[in-house]
């Protein structure tokens, strides 16, 4: 099972909105609504920001949200603002025995 | 507050073994799959493992499968990766995740801030 395809980098000014892209097939990504998103600071461990393509835990800023359109699923933050700069990962349930696939990982940088 | 906090690492010869342990606590662990996630330096995430709430479903990732058991203890809220023959493209931080499963998927909605195992090549 191939990593989903994400962008190396994005980057954005305060205020501004940007969409990370991820890619795969009809069997990950593009397959119904298995794709969650996350946040990750460096040395610090991922904090989940969108499960189900479009949804928010308790507690994440409305800021971040979440599409998917066929087999590209994305994330949109809007308002952009410093503590944004993190690296931003999808990752998806591919149903089978090797259960979840990450993508290669995105890093925001607020400009 | 859910807590999870993972021991176990460190540096070990290759093809060696090592025993992670991921210590659970504000939450009843007994009714949560289980994750274990790594992460090499400057690389991505890669999903290793799942076990059912009983331990009666365990999945691996390809590139550990004989080599890597998960298992669990949930009277002591306990989360284990055995990891035998270990291979330099081991080496990462291992992270232990709860795994939450709405209506419609399951992914790891708490993480542990992980634990370093080295095998130097």
């Known amino acids: 099972q191939s990593a989903l395809t994400q962008p190396a980098s994005v980057s954005g000014s305060p205020g501004q909105s940007i969409t990370i892209s991820c890619t795969g097939t009809?069997?990950?990504?593009?397959?119904?609504?298995?794709v969650s998103w996350y946040q990750q600071y460096p040395g610090k461990a991922p904090k989940l920001v969108i499960f189900d393509v479009s949804n928010r835990p308790s507690g994440v800023s409305n800021r971040f949200s979440g599409s998917k359109s066929g087999n590209t699923a994305s994330l949109t933050i809007s308002g952009l603002q410093a503590e944004d700069e993190a690296d931003y990962y999808c990752?998806?349930?591919?149903?089978?025995?090797?259960?979840?696939?990450f993508g290669t990982g995105t890093k925001v940088t607020v400009l | 507050e859910v807590l999870l906090v993972e021991s176990g690492g460190g540096l070990v010869q290759p093809g060696g073994s090592l025993r992670l342990s991921c210590g659970a606590s504000g939450f009843t662990f007994s009714t949560y799959w289980m994750s274990w996630v790594r992460q090499a330096a400057g690389k991505g995430l890669q999903w290793v493992a799942n076990?059912?709430?009983?331990?009666?479903?365990?999945y691996y990732v390809d590139s550990v499968k004989g080599r890597f058991t998960i298992s669990r203890d949930n009277a002591k809220n306990s989360l284990f990766l055995q990891m035998n023959s270990l291979r330099a493209e081991d080496t990462a931080v291992y992270y232990c995740?709860?795994?939450?499963?709405?209506?419609?998927?399951?992914?790891?909605?708490?993480w542990g801030q992980g634990t370093l195992v080295v095998a130097p090549s």
């Open positions: 990752n998806s349930y591919t149903g089978s025995n090797t259960l979840y696939v």
């Open positions: 009809s069997s990950d990504a593009g397959g119904y609504n298995y």
């Open positions: 995740a709860r795994v939450r499963c709405s209506s419609t998927s399951c992914f790891g909605d708490y």
């Open positions: 076990i059912k709430q009983d331990g009666s479903e365990k």
